[in-house]
């Protein structure tokens, strides 16, 4: 791994591609490495030392993975925010990560301007009212290497949809930022099977405010691989980027691949796709029908994982998932999978219990809240709260968190399994599946649709309408009780429902 790690790169090869923007401008290695460099200056001009914390609220833009490039070098905890938060949840960030400065793209300049933090310690990636444009502070600071470098890392905050969020917070790792984080790219990136300085591309089609987006994105930097990015997704855009810079490997959550498949069949055949070598999903459970279908058509380049910011998971590649259809895969390497009942007792093969994964050199607490981080624990092992099962050969299926267990008549009903029946349905565009209060049942599963335009769901009876569908794929008990059909389901910047909003959709509308 000597020749790889982004600042070797840039130096070594500083006219090869980095960045293309999503309105086509381009960045070298060499115009990043700069940009880095003379951030980490100013970073450490305003006292940062090893350990603090840096606050990101970006777009998809290049600075922003100039910031992460910077942090990565002095030792910085990088923490990016949620853009799809509010102001209020953005402040609670800010104040609880109490970092040494904020940086925000322009376009969410009005979200971080009300957060409670010193004007003088805000920049923006240009000029914005109320921020230090960031791209004049640097303009006379040195671009060169760094000397006392130090690697540091993300410190990602849980998604809080049961509460507020937890930053992550890991050791910082030792050593020279450049084999640090190569060896962190052979890892994450070769467990999909990627491969270093072969002309790879990934392309970027969520939010770089999310940690596994930004964080896959810069290590592709790490291995030589140029990095396009969208500003948000559009199915039929995706393929046009894939077909003109020769994407080979790309990010996805199940809802992107789904709106993929949702594109006519002309449009779908009038891209070339071919180039595609990883293609890569996680962040949800993606049902089994749109698996098929996106390996029928990208062919047998499918991964997928399990983990957590908390901890790594699994790992499935199309074949094994083929053979084992549901599956989200094995350990990944060095990782390891228990399934655990409530006495923290390992279950047998085909048992439902806890899932929990093994932190070992990844430990990590939950910054400002002990009791929590005690909580999660087992031993060496930590849940964040997902029921499945293991079978004999150690492949996890994946059946819902605890949390969101309906409990139905004194039967389990988990909502996963309905979403995944849900999205099966051609004119279903987006699921999720909540249980509401039932004087009779305890809890009755509730629907809540996002269908396609034109579609009878919107004006018909959606219960009879589904169910001669449903009925082939769940049994009547797990079938919801109640529907409503909303423009748009709440999902964060990361892909993943935001499902404490849904029970407020489901009582807004009509019985």
């Not at 790792?173 to 060896?183: L, N």
């Not at 989200?328 to 007792?345: F, H, K």
Request: aromatic share 8%.
């Amino acid at each position: 791994m000597s020749g790889l790690g982004f600042w070797r790169l840039a130096v070594t090869t500083p006219d090869a591609l980095a960045v293309v923007e999503p309105d086509g401008t381009r960045t070298t290695r060499g115009e990043l490495l700069a940009r880095a460099n003379a951030t980490a200056r100013l970073l450490r001009g305003l006292g940062l030392e090893r350990g603090d914390r840096v606050v990101g609220v970006v777009a998809n833009e290049s600075w922003a993975l100039a910031l992460v490039l910077a942090c990565q070098q002095i030792g910085a905890y990088y923490v990016p925010v949620n853009t799809a938060l509010t102001t209020a949840e953005v402040g609670y960030i800010v104040e609880d990560a109490a970092p040494v400065a904020v940086f925000c793209s322009r376009a969410h300049a009005d979200t971080l301007r009300a957060a409670a933090f010193p004007a003088d310690r805000r920049f923006s990636f240009g000029p914005a009212e109320g921020f230090r444009d960031l791209t004049a502070e640097i303009a006379g600071l040195p671009a060169g290497p760094l000397e006392d470098r130090s690697p540091g890392s993300y410190l990602g905050y849980t998604s809080g949809t049961t509460g507020r969020p937890k930053g992550v917070l890991r050791k910082l790792p030792e050593g020279d930022p450049d084999d640090v984080f190569a060896a962190g790219a052979a890892w994450q990136l070769g467990m999909f099977g990627i491969t270093p300085l072969d002309d790879g591309v990934h392309l970027v089609t969520s939010p770089l405010s999310h940690t596994a987006v930004s964080g896959l994105a810069v290590t592709s930097l790490h291995f030589g691989h140029a990095v396009v990015l969208m500003d948000h997704f559009e199915a039929e855009r995706v393929l046009r980027l894939i077909e003109e810079h020769r994407v080979t490997t790309t990010h996805m959550v199940p809802t992107q691949l789904h709106r993929l498949l949702r594109l006519p069949g002309d449009v779908r055949a009038a891209h070339d796709v071919s180039s595609m070598r990883n293609l890569v999903h996680g962040a949800g459970p993606c049902p089994e029908s749109v698996k098929r279908e996106v390996i029928a058509w990208f062919g047998p380049v499918v991964w997928e994982y399990y983990g957590a910011t908390e901890a790594a998971g699994t790992a499935i590649t199309s074949a094994e998932w083929l053979d084992r259809p549901g599956s989200v895969g094995r350990p990944q390497p060095g990782a390891e999978v228990r399934v655990l009942d409530a006495n923290g007792e390992q279950v047998p093969a085909g048992q439902t219990g806890r899932v929990f994964l093994r932190m070992g050199a990844h430990a990590f607490s939950y910054r400002g809240d002990d009791a929590k981080t005690r909580a999660s624990r087992v031993g060496d092992f930590v849940t964040v709260g997902d029921l499945g099962h293991l079978d004999e050969d150690g492949y996890l299926y994946l059946l819902g968190r605890t949390a969101e267990v309906i409990v139905s008549g004194g039967v389990n009903i988990y909502p996963a399994e309905v979403e995944a029946a849900l999205l099966e349905h051609p004119d279903v565009q987006d699921a999720g599946v909540v249980g509401l209060p039932d004087p009779e049942w305890g809890q009755r599963a509730c629907a809540v649709l996002q269908v396609a335009p034109g579609s009878p769901l919107w004006t018909g009876d959606v219960a009879a309408l589904l169910a001669p569908f449903l009925a082939e794929r769940l049994a009547r008990f797990k079938l919801p009780r109640r529907y409503q059909v909303v423009a748009e389901l709440p999902r964060g910047a990361n892909g993943k429902l935001r499902k404490h909003l849904l029970p407020d959709l489901v009582r807004e509308g009509t019985p």
